[in-house]
Structures are given as structure tokens and as C-alpha cells.
């Protein structure tokens, strides 16, 4: 959250409303102004004594940040300081304890400023030993054009923009996109506005949790919104059947695919009967994948396990004939599975470079529940309000689409 100043009852009766509505364990706030704030301030902002806080004072009479947390929610084990940054460590004790990284970073001043603050963190980041990360900060960047809307669009951002992705990618973290609103900054004039607010994670705040969205508030006092980071996860009913290629390079699929569509009984009209068919075709499908493909991760580790076997015994001494053809097979196998996992990753993750051969399983699959967020509906506008209700969504895209088809005006949602 970024609030220019922490002074005026206003200012602190917005920021102890917002911590109360969201019901948040863990604050940034950056740019304060502030050389210095008490804890007992720190108390009345937040409307607790029930926290804790730490402080970076104003650098050049510009930026300062505070982060704060409740007790209940998260235990500090360390934290370390530089110029309008500040990185804590210690224990999220929501749910199973678990160690967690959080960076709250302002980014102002030159480009070259903003790059000394990008690489120190990411430097950090690399050799850190706990993983999960989070860094919440005003970047004052913007990450390519289309993030940002002005009257004067010859102003060259190139160099800003790729120094900005460069430490993204260095870092290994994924900027997380926003529900609710396009911007986060707003010019009080109405002619500028942008995304120079985010907050970022690592893939393995990703696997821990997967439902990890950022919702953007409607500004009141500042020309920031306010970020709020939660974990949701709506059960959005029965999930879609996806066909995977590596499927159709076996013929038993196909074979399977001839025969069963062949031998389903369906009457009705022509509608019903392909609903009907590729509903159960899914079924059976889902039976050949499960009990004759098999999961290729535990073959993988079974083939590899039983060749570790194998190898260990030809270290103690000579094997026989049939230990070394197994091995021969085995290798063989574990190409094929190989070639399967990689091409399963691929078309899930949509990513390139894993037909170089550069197998990742932890970063693809991370990287497949990254795509599906990002391909995710988390709600929708209905009118003024965001609306996340699984039933009323529905209702909204039917009827939207109902509309369509019948060739009516056209609906908002």
C-alpha cells in the first residue's frame, strides 16, 4: 500500500478500516515520508497492540516504508535493511507453519537508483535458503507500453522496461495479476495512469499456494490502490476435459476412440447424442489414461529406482546376462516415459524451450498452475460491484451468450 505521509486522522482512519474489512496479518506501506514512527503510531494505524513492526526511514527526503504484522500470524526470525527496503524472515503460522521470505521495497528516483535496489534483492533472492517469497513494493516501473495510459505516448520507457523484466526473470519470481481493476496508479488530473504497484512471488509461493490472487481497491486518499494478496479457492464445479497429444501417438487411443464411439447406443437428436457420446468417451478415456498409460512421474521414479538397483549390484560385480538386458530394457522405458513427461509438460505449460531438452519438473509444473491462473476467470463486474459467486458468474456468462446467439445488444458482465 503506498500513502504519501501517514499524518491526518483521515489518513489513519482509511488504513485501520481497510486492515479490519480485508482482515490482513501482514502489512507494506511504502512511501510514509516519515524519518521516524513509534510503535504506539504503528498501534493506532493499524487499531492493535497486537503487532509488530519494522522501519526504513525516508531516503533524500523521499520513499520510507513500514511493514507490520500481527503476532498471531507471523513470527519473526530475522530481517535485514537497505536503502528503502526491507527484507523479513520468519515463521507464517496460519494453517502449518512454514518459513516465508517478504520484501517490502519503494523504488523511486532515477533509473539507476531503481537498478542498484533490483540487483541487491535479487542477489539476495539467489542464495537465500528459504524459498517462498514475496516481494510487495511500489516499483514506480512499468513492465512493457501497454501498462500505461497517457496523453503523451513519445516518451521512451525501453530501457527502464526491459531493466525491470531483467530482474523479474533474474529473480525467478512471477508478477501476479490483478482482479478487480486495470491500474493501480491514477494521475490526479485523470490524464496518466498505470501499473507501477505489484507484488511478486516465486514459483514455490506458487506451489504453496496456488490460489494466490491480487485484488486492487478503489483509491481514497492516495493516487495509489491499495494491493490486497489472498489465497481463494472457489470450487467452480466439474473441470474441462483436455486431450493430451502424447495420446495420439499410441494407437490404442485411437483404436479406443474408433470402437467406443462406434458402440455407444444414444437416440436423440443430434445435439444430445455428440453431448452424450463425448461425455462418456471422457469417461472412458480417463480409464485408459489411469489403468493402461499410467502416471508417468511414478513410472519415472520406479524405472529409475530399479536401474540405481541394478547399477549398484554391477558396481559390487559382474552382472549376468539377463540383469543386463533388464537394464538395457529399463533404459529404454525410462527414454520412452522421458520423452511422454516432457511432451505432457510442454502442451501444459506452453512453453518453448522444453524441447531443448532443459527438463524442470518443479519449474514447469509450477509454471502450468501459473498459466492457469493467468487463463483463470476469478469474477466478474457485475455493474459497480465484483462479483466472485460461482452461481451468479455462470448466470452472467449464460445470459451473456444467450444474448449473443439470439442476436440481441449486447450485455455486460
Not at 495420446?247 to 437416440?267: C, G, M, P, S
Request: overall charge positive; aromatic content about 10%; glycine content about 8%.
Amino acid at each position: 500500500m503506498n500513502i504519501r505521509g501517514l499524518g491526518g486522522r483521515i489518513k489513519r482512519k482509511y488504513i485501520s478500516d481497510l486492515f479490519k474489512k480485508q482482515q490482513v496479518g501482514f502489512i507494506c506501506l511504502e512511501e510514509t515520508k516519515c524519518e521516524h514512527i513509534s510503535k504506539e503510531r504503528c498501534y493506532q494505524i493499524w487499531g492493535s497492540n497486537e503487532i509488530e513492526c519494522i522501519e526504513v526511514g525516508v531516503v533524500n527526503n523521499g520513499g520510507g516504508i513500514i511493514t507490520m504484522w500481527k503476532k498471531d500470524c507471523f513470527e519473526l526470525k530475522r530481517y535485514r535493511s537497505g536503502n528503502n527496503f526491507s527484507i523479513i524472515e520468519g515463521i507464517w503460522k496460519v494453517g502449518k507453519p512454514i518459513e516465508i521470505t517478504i520484501a517490502n521495497v519503494y523504488c523511486g528516483g532515477t533509473l539507476r537508483e531503481k537498478t542498484i535496489i533490483w540487483d541487491e534483492i535479487s542477489e539476495i533472492s539467489k542464495s537465500h535458503p528459504i524459498k517462498l517469497w514475496c516481494v510487495a513494493e511500489d516499483f514506480n516501473s512499468i513492465r512493457s507500453v501497454g501498462k500505461r495510459r497517457c496523453q503523451n505516448y513519445n516518451v521512451n520507457y525501453s530501457s527502464e522496461i526491459r531493466s525491470f523484466n531483467k530482474f523479474i526473470e533474474d529473480s525467478s519470481l512471477v508478477d501476479i495479476s490483478l482482479v478487480g481493476r486495470k491500474f493501480t496508479w491514477y494521475k490526479p488530473n485523470g490524464t496518466v495512469k498505470n501499473i507501477i504497484d505489484r507484488i511478486l512471488v516465486s514459483l514455490e509461493w506458487l506451489e504453496k499456494w496456488s490460489g494466490s490472487k491480487l485484488y486492487v481497491e478503489g483509491r481514497s486518499i492516495s493516487d495509489h490502490c491499495s494491493l490486497i494478496l489472498k489465497e481463494i479457492n472457489i470450487n467452480w464445479g466439474p473441470k474441462p476435459f483436455r486431450c493430451l497429444d502424447v495420446w495420439q501417438k499410441d494407437a490404442r487411443f485411437k483404436e479406443l476412440v474408433r470402437n467406443k464411439w462406434a458402440n455407444y447406443d444414444i437416440r436423440g437428436n443430434g445435439l444430445y447424442v455428440l453431448k452424450e457420446k463425448l461425455k462418456r468417451l471422457k469417461f472412458d478415456i480417463r480409464n485408459l489414461n489411469k489403468f493402461v498409460f499410467g502416471d508417468v512421474n511414478k513410472q519415472r521414479v520406479e524405472l529409475e529406482k530399479r536401474v540405481q538397483e541394478l547399477d549398484g549390484k554391477d558396481d559390487e560385480g559382474e552382472l549376468s546376462v539377463v540383469d543386463r538386458e533388464e537394464r538395457r530394457q529399463l533404459l529404454a522405458d525410462l527414454g520412452q516415459v522421458r520423452v511422454k513427461q516432457e511432451a505432457i509438460l510442454q502442451q501444459k505449460a506452453r512453453l518453448s524451450w522444453i524441447s531443448q531438452g532443459d527438463l524442470n519438473t518443479k519449474f514447469y509444473h509450477s509454471s502450468i498452475k501459473w498459466r492457469r491462473m493467468q487463463n483463470g476467470i476469478n469474477g466478474l463486474k457485475v455493474g459497480d460491484q465484483w462479483c466472485e459467486d460461482p452461481a451468479e458468474v455462470k448466470a452472467r456468462v449464460k445470459e451473456f451468450f444467450e444474448g449473443r446467439f439470439s442476436g440481441g445488444g449486447e450485455l455486460t458482465g
